[in-house]
């Protein structure tokens, strides 16, 4: 890859306006990371930045979830409390509200996973010396969606049958006569080919982009700070603190809306045949 | 510059973002099963039973509140029946007393007036007894007074027993004509 493997940060730090050097625009390259172990070029394993953040973000939503909930209390302390109440918002807020109780129990521990999981992965974003949010490289929302997929389509053929899952993801409903062929090839275009894709980069464009402005605006500010520009560098550097604290806004609005389409595909697989 | 952007393209050749890397892939599912098993396997089922009881410890104690508030009501209906019974049974009480007393008191009063005419009774049948005795004895004393001292006057004795009787009783009925006279009179 391009960088020197010495290189850390995501930019040059010696380059400044009117020093002759270009702006060091942010690009696909600040989403690639020299391995940390291992060779990415070839198609053995390796190991990089997204990857440590990625365990690390396990090992503290479990670390967590364990400090709060490994012994529960009927009185909660205010840890198990505000575990608690991340935990009802989305098993009442969400699943209770889409799926409803009886057939939305058994999800409940998936998409409380998949709502903390997704959080914490967006909110490395903004923690300082991480600074990445790991949703931000396809390969986690891919997972992430590939997982929910794989269950829509066999409750989907659980519940449905062979014929009936045919009739479910295309929306199959004599009432439309003519069209009825068109609506079917549409809706089975959309539901089992398209709907996984965008439920992935949903996620996955979200955070390229609000990282991609954050480094725009933490680039600018640093290479900015020369002769005149220092002005513009103040501008700049206002920006990079408005843009994180809506980047911590997007990180929550994205993982909800992750769990949400996810209930939303599951009630479609659950819901009879109209 | 000029590099910058054939690296760029260079990159997006072997890179495409929308392509994920496989390695990847599995470090990202790896970390999901790791929360997803830690949540699901212990800490929820943890946290639901805790949940679950509280929400057992609110109802139940609602529900034992609401008993109590029944056995309290069910005591206070209890306490103010065995009251009214009491009042009543006071009253009665009360009104069996007085009946009583004023039954004794008639009975007193009966017994009192009884005795009071049988005195005045006894009294009256004394004092008629008395006067005639005292009127017999009167009446022999008299006879016997008349009678001499008729002797010492006429001078000839009346030893003669059916004429003194006679005499006598000739002369009594003279008085007691006189005093039913008098009386009528009067």
Redesign the interface.
Not at chain 1, 137 to 140: F, L, S
Not at chain 2, 17 to 25: F, N, Y
Not at chain 2, 27 to 32: N, S
């Given at each position: 890859?391009?960088a020197d493997p010495t290189q850390v940060l995501a930019f040059e730090t010696d380059c400044h306006i009117f020093d002759g050097c270009?702006f060091p625009a942010p690009?696909?390259?600040s989403?690639?990371f020299e391995p940390l172990a291992?060779n990415?070029d070839g198609n053995g394993?390796?190991?990089?930045k997204?990857?440590l953040l990625?365990?690390l973000?396990?090992?503290i939503?479990?670390g967590f979830?364990?400090a709060?909930?490994?012994r529960?209390?009927?009185v909660p302390g205010k840890l198990?409390m505000i575990?608690?109440s991340g935990?009802d918002f989305i098993r009442r807020g969400v699943v209770y509200e889409t799926l409803g109780k009886r057939e939305g129990e058994k999800y409940?521990?998936?998409i409380?996973?998949?709502f903390?999981?997704i959080w914490m992965m967006n909110l490395w974003s903004i923690i300082p010396v991480a600074q990445f949010p790991?949703t931000s490289?396809?390969?986690?929302p891919?997972?992430?969606a590939a997982?929910v997929y794989i269950l829509w389509v066999s409750l989907t053929f659980k519940r449905h049958g062979f014929v009936g899952f045919f009739k479910n993801v295309t929306g199959y409903d004599k009432s439309l006569g003519a069209v009825l062929p068109l609506a079917m090839l549409i809706e089975f275009f959309s539901n089992l080919i398209v709907r996984p894709f965008t439920h992935a980069?949903r996620l996955?464009a979200n955070m390229?982009a609000g990282h991609t402005l954050l480094l725009l605006f933490t680039i600018a500010s640093w290479y900015l700070l020369n002769g005149i520009g220092i002005a513009y560098a103040g501008v700049s550097f206002v920006m990079t603190i408005i843009m994180t604290a809506f980047e911590l806004f997007i990180q929550a609005v994205q993982a909800y809306v992750f769990v949400l389409l996810t209930c939303t595909y599951i009630q479609g697989a659950l819901a009879e045949h109209h | 510059?000029n590099s910058?952007l054939v690296?760029?393209a260079a990159?997006?050749e072997k890179?495409n973002?929308?392509?994920?890397?496989?390695?990847?892939?599995v470090?990202?599912?790896?970390?999901?099963v790791?929360?997803?098993g830690?949540?699901?396997k212990?800490?929820?089922p943890?946290?639901n039973?805790?949940?679950e009881?509280?929400r057992e410890?609110i109802e139940g104690g609602i529900e034992k509140a609401e008993a109590a508030q029944t056995e309290a009501q069910s005591v206070l209906e209890q306490y103010k029946a065995q009251l009214a019974e009491a009042r009543h049974e006071a009253a009665r009480l009360r009104q069996e007393a007085q009946e009583q007393g004023a039954a004794l008191i008639a009975e007193m009063r009966a017994e009192g007036q009884r005795q009071r005419e049988e005195i005045i009774a006894a009294g009256h049948a004394q004092i008629e007894a008395d006067r005639k005795a005292a009127a017999s004895a009167l009446r022999q004393d008299v006879g016997k007074l008349a009678t001499e001292l008729a002797g010492k006057l006429v001078g000839e004795s009346l030893q003669d027993h059916a004429r003194q009787s006679r005499v006598i009783d000739r002369f009594l009925d003279e008085l007691d004509g006189k005093a039913s006279t008098a009386e009528a009179a009067r």
């Open positions: 890859m391009s270009g690009g696909l390259h989403f690639l291992g990415a394993f390796y190991f990089n997204p990857m990625a365990l973000g396990s090992v939503i479990v979830f364990w709060a909930f490994a529960p209390k009927v198990q575990a608690e935990y409940v521990p998936l409380v996973t998949l903390f999981f790991v490289i396809i390969a986690y891919a997972g992430l997982i980069v996955f390229f | 510059m910058a690296f760029l990159e997006g890179e973002p929308l392509i994920p890397p496989w390695p990847e892939v470090i990202g599912l790896i970390a999901f790791i929360v997803f830690f949540l699901a212990k800490l929820l943890n946290i039973k805790v949940l009881e509280r410890a």
